[in-house]
Every structure is written in C-alpha cells, then in structure tokens.
C-alpha cells in the first residue's frame, strides 16, 4: 500500500512527491531532520523532539517554516493519514531549491522544502534484539565538526553501519582520541562501578532527546548518572553498555570489537531503564 507523504504543504501518495533537483538538500545536504517515534498511534516524546529541530535549524541559519503547535498537527494528521500504530515518523526540511546551483545560500524569496513521511514498524517496542542486545565494533569518528546539528548529512554513520555489517555486529561506536563519541545513530552508554555513564553534550555528539529523557529517569530512579567522556578500554571493561535513540529507545549492548561484557546478555540497568522509559513516555505519549 502507498503511503501518503508530506510535501511542502500538501499531502499526496508517494508515487507523487516531487523534489527539486536543484533542492540543497540533494546537492549540498543543506538540510536537517528529526525522527519521533509512535507508539500506539501516539507521538513519543514530540515536544522534545520539536524543539531540537528549531535548534538545529536556528544554527543553521534556517527559518523555521512551522510553530511548533503546527508541526504537531501535521505529525499527528500524517500519522492517521497512514494508519500508523507503531513506527516513526521523519521529517526533513532543507534550505529549498533556488532553481541552480550555487555555494552561497539563497535569499529569503527561496522558501525551504518541507517533506515528512512514516515508516510503520508493527511492535517496535518489542523488538526481539532488546532481549539479546547488540554486539558493537569501534570504528574511527571519521564525520565533521557539528554534530550537534541534526543534520541530513548522513553519509559517514551510513558506511559505519556498512562496517558494522560487514564485522557481522549490529552497529558501531565511534572513536575520537581513545573516546566514545557516540553511535552511529545513538547515543553511547556505560554502566561502571555502579554508575552509569555517558558523554557530556557537545559540538561532538547529537543531543539526544532520548538520551536527556533516560538521564532524567534514571536520576528520578535514584540512578546515579555521570557525564563523562569514556574510551573505548573503558568500555570493553564495562559492566553493561547501551544506546539509546528515539527509534531503538534503550537496547542493551552486549559486546564491543568481539569483547562480551559480562555475561553477553542485556545487563540489569539497561533492562530497567528500557522498561522505565518505555513505561514513561507511553504515558506521556500525544
Ligand atoms: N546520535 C546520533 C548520531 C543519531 O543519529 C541519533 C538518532 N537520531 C542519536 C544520537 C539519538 O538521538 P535521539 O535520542 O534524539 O533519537
């Protein structure tokens, strides 16, 4: 079945979406985006997820074509337009297509392209890797300097994934001098001596909304949390890992470059913050 997909202001079957070819976002990948999980038919998270994506367009120097109570009814109105019950819904916007090509950004007269569309994932929140957890490799952070920013430009976390694919694990971690940065799509967790740790915000990792709701959960669970950076020694000597990310929510990571942490099975605190979360945010769910 075709999916209806949002595009600069209407609603149409994919199959009749159309995009500049000169849109920056396919030329420059002048563009950012943002994914919110549903759950039930439900938004995960929205009102976090919204306000990144002014930040990321803001740096950007971006104008932000909707308020954030019209990014909400065009979420909720595409998620019933697909029937979707679980899955994610993803939205880009780009800096528009000026009609050629050139470096500098074009004026105010170029409006920016909006396009917005679901993926349905029956059970997400059941995943059958929650319960084994992933196996990591590490890999050189080999991306640019603001991945702050959530940018469209995913070119990097992509060949990481290759990697990873081709190691026969399920993601990878990315090193930047003997640090963690983060995953190639998540953001990086560890549990030692009894604490659980993550690296602080910066200009080095992506911001992630489910990483600020898990810190804030476990705090509220009398977790204690630090933010720190940790190397990758560190890590293969941890007593449990994990990711979290707006689509994999917590998953447990069970071995890093081959190394088993632990048992090898999902540790008892990333088991208890995924059933904290889950339980939270579906009932904060909109
Ligand atoms: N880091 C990177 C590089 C990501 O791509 C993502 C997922 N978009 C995350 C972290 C996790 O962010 P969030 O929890 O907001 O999905």
Redesign the pocket.
Known sequence: MSRIVYVDGAFVPEEEARVSVFDRGFLFADGVYE?TSVLGGRLIDFP??VR?LGRSLAELALANPHSEAEWLALHRDLVARNAVTDGLVYLQVTRGSAGDRDFAYPGPATPPTVVMFTQSKPGLADAPAARTGWTVIAIPDLRWGR?DI?TVQ?LY?AMGKMMAKAAGADDAWLVEDGLIT??????AWIVSRGRIVTRPLGTE?????????VMRLARESQLEVEERPFTLDEAKTADEAFV????AFVMPVVEIDGVRLGDGTPGPLARRLREIYLDEMRRAAM
């Open positions: 994914v976090g997820h990144r991945r959530k995913l976390p983060e995953g190639t799509s998540n953001n990792i992506l911001h992630g909304i489910t990483r600020a709701a979290t990310s707006a689509s």
